[in-house]
């Protein structure tokens, strides 16, 4: 983009004389730099708020993934639960339930805020979608570590726990993610 603005201003000024006062008028035949700058910003500021929409949907999806491959997992494992288990677990994978769901509309929402170039409220809705993400890991975290608890510690113990790290790295990329989109705003 620079290479195209010098010899835009340098054919100007070539065609005006070559002059250093046409030089100037050329330059001042260009535009505000200010303005310009400002219209470079915004179509910057549009791209990274679309990849940064991306992310969110692809966050959500792997970690949807994770989550489905843990509960195939204990299913091929046949790894069961005692009731006292059972009961505190229905509990929380409600809560999960919701929170992964609520996260998933929210991402979708502020994926159609990006391509709508709603950046501040995509950034609302972004949050919004990992925060509900935070909720989702952290009662998969503890519906897995109740997993866990009442099995003998095995190789078997690998799938649940990588599973798990998935679903942090993704709950986390989006935290830096949107920061970074922050921090540009």
Known sequence: MRAEVEDHLCEAAAAAGGTPEAERRAIVAFGDPAAIAAQFALVSRTRRTREVAVAVV???????IAMRARLVWYSL?????????RAVSATIASIDRWAFWLAAL???????LAYFGQTRRFC???????????????????????RLREAAP???FAVPLFSMAIELACAATLVLYLRGLRRRL
Not at 58 to 64: G, L, Q, R, V
């Open 106 to 112: 929210a991402a979708i929402g502020a994926a159609l």
């Open 58 to 64: 692809a966050a959500i999806a792997f970690a949807y």
């Open 124 to 146: 609302l809705l972004g949050s919004v979608a990992t925060g509900a993400l935070g909720v989702s890991v952290v009662c998969d975290g503890i519906l897995t570590g109740l």
């Open 154 to 156: 095995t190789f078997e």
């Open 77 to 85: 494992a046949q790894w069961t639960q005692s009731e006292e288990a």
